[in-house]
């Protein structure tokens, strides 16, 4: 059981809690583990009690459940608040902005027991008189319903990596000499999706029947064939219609290949990879010989967007930095959160002086390896940046995202973000719509405007690799490469487990055909270090 799952085991504990009204205090404790446990470098799977004992915000009772549940696969008090909780009242308590309090008054005064219960009482708008609710609330509530269907039975992409490196592995082990791979959506890297594709060259009946019986539980799905038809259906599988027909205009359909690549070979094309087959840029690389300046993970030279226990991360500035020097890159722009988020522990102009000092130390220590000194800065509602001049001109870089107030038609939105981007001080749009894909749609933008603001003010745009975000999608890539705007791939790395984030990043950014030259992190320090002096607009 991965730290995360445990977490939301406790996040829903107190969800449960307060839905039933029950000790405060308690709810408190239980919520903070939800929100800490998941941060923790350390598996809390394989620590005894008096290691869970120690973390911060655990304790003795937290400490001793948690070592139940790993065990055992249940927290028994949350099975209990389960077994007197409605099942769809349960679900309710995923939809954003309403709370455990609220779905409570849904569920005792109106007596709606299920998301479609409640999708129904919004059409007749008997939510309107409801204390505490009201129009705008049930529209709200409304839109969420609509996101949660089209959503549902979607996984992300790298949520469903581990399980299917599991199974090929397994299968693999058992049918050493039989062709297998992923195919389809999974093996193009669609950031969300329904299964996990495979493909193998299996005929026997009987053993193609077990293997889909013993996978049956998880969302997988099996494709047989022959081994001589194998690389031919595995590039089929691996591409749209429209690129998988126009290569079969210019291949011999009946030939046995050894390869994807011999195909393509046949058909006059270099190797085009799974993930742009599906996106319509691929021809146009293919035709002014770009494929391989494509964005690759060993590309990225240094670690963008971070944050540190001076706000809401889980690390030292220390550990951090020595973490990412140990991992090859060759410097990190530190970006604490701006003294708005206050949910977030955001730096006061005092921490921020503290906080440099411990960068000047650092960067002694480790040279050549460098530290810069950066923040992320809330926008906030009138598009000004959180911080006065005098501040935000001390930072080497600022990153600019909007954290809060997320509730905004697509012209305020886009107003709100050109002002910043307009701003002097701003370096890089952080994460553009806000989204949190399959949980959170983002704010509706106009994606020309903002983009063309970019170019006009030099500003960078982040592609957010936190696997919830990808943000800016993958699909604007390719205008931004038009404008001449750079994607900075961060990380929004929260400990050191997340710094390994870039990759989906990069994974995002090759199926947008992100050129390397377009991508602000594969300059190297002191070609970075030369950028920001070029760009500096006070």
């Not at 926008?379 to 107030?405: R, T």
């Not at 984030?501 to 377009?518: E, S, T």
Request: hydrophobic fraction near 40%; proline fraction near 2%.
């Amino acid at each position: 059981m991965t730290n995360a799952q445990i977490a939301q085991h406790f996040a829903l504990l107190a969800d449960l809690m307060e839905l039933h009204e029950e000790n405060p205090f308690k709810i408190k404790s239980y919520a903070y583990a939800g929100r800490t446990l998941k941060k923790i470098n350390e598996p809390l799977a394989s620590l005894s009690i008096e290691e869970l004992e120690k973390l911060e915000g655990v304790g003795k009772a937290i400490a001793a459940k948690i070592f139940h549940l790993v065990n055992s696969g249940k927290l028994e008090l949350l099975e209990k608040y389960l077994s007197i909780t409605p099942l769809g009242v349960v679900d309710m308590l995923q939809l954003k902005g309403i709370g455990p309090k609220k779905i409570a008054q849904l569920w005792k005064i109106l007596e709606i027991e299920s998301i479609g219960e409640l999708e129904y009482a919004c059409n007749e708008n008997r939510l309107i008189e409801l204390k505490g609710f009201g129009a705008k609330t049930q529209e709200n509530i409304l839109q969420q319903i609509q996101f949660i269907k089209q959503s549902a039975n979607q996984f992300l992409w790298a949520n469903l990596e581990e399980l299917a490196l599991e199974i090929l592995a397994e299968i693999q082990e058992q049918f050493p000499t039989c062709l297998l791979s992923t195919s389809g959506d999974y093996r193009r890297k669609k950031i969300t999706l329904e299964k996990i594709d495979f493909l193998m060259a299996l005929e026997d009946e009987s053993q193609q029947k077990n293997l889909i019986e013993k996978y049956q539980q998880f969302p997988v799905r099996f494709s047989f064939c022959t081994t001589d038809d194998f690389y031919l259906t595995l590039l089929q599988q691996s591409s749209d219609e429209e690129h998988f027909g126009f290569l079969s205009y210019k291949i011999d359909s009946n030939k046995t290949y050894s390869s994807e690549k011999e195909i393509y070979e046949d058909a006059g094309f270099p190797f085009i990879a799974p993930e742009l087959r599906d996106n319509k840029v691929e021809w146009n690389l293919v035709e002014n010989n770009l494929l391989s300046e494509i964005i690759q993970l060993q590309d990225i030279k240094g670690v963008v967007h971070t944050h540190t226990d001076y706000s809401d991360g889980t690390n030292t500035l220390k550990e951090l930095a020595t973490y990412c020097k140990e991992q090859g890159f060759e410097y990190l722009v530190v970006s604490d959160h701006s003294k708005s988020a206050f949910y977030a522990s955001g730096l006061k102009e005092e921490e921020i002086q503290r906080q440099y000092q411990e960068i000047e130390q650092l960067n002694q220590a480790l040279f050549p390896f460098k530290i810069f000194k950066s923040i992320e800065s809330d926008i906030l509602y009138n598009g000004d940046l959180d911080y006065d001049a005098e501040i935000l001109a001390s930072f080497d870089l600022v990153i600019a995202s909007v954290h809060s107030q997320l509730k905004m038609d697509e012209n305020k939105a886009t107003e709100r973000i050109i002002k910043a981007i307009e701003n002097p001080y701003t370096t890089i749009l952080g994460h553009l719509t806000g989204r949190l894909l399959l949980s959170r749609q983002g704010y509706p933008i106009n994606y020309k405007k903002i983009i063309d603001a970019c170019a006009a003010n030099n500003v960078c745009i982040e592609l957010n690799a936190n696997p919830y975000r990808l943000d800016i999608d993958y699909s604007w890539l390719q205008y931004c490469q038009e404008k001449n705007v750079l994607i900075s791939i961060n990380p929004d790395a929260h400990n050191l487990r997340g710094v390994h984030d870039i990759r989906y990043g990069v994974y995002a950014a090759a199926k947008g055909g992100l050129l390397k030259q377009h991508t602000l992190n594969t300059l190297t320090k002191d070609n970075f270090e030369k950028y920001l002096q070029t760009i500096k607009r006070t």
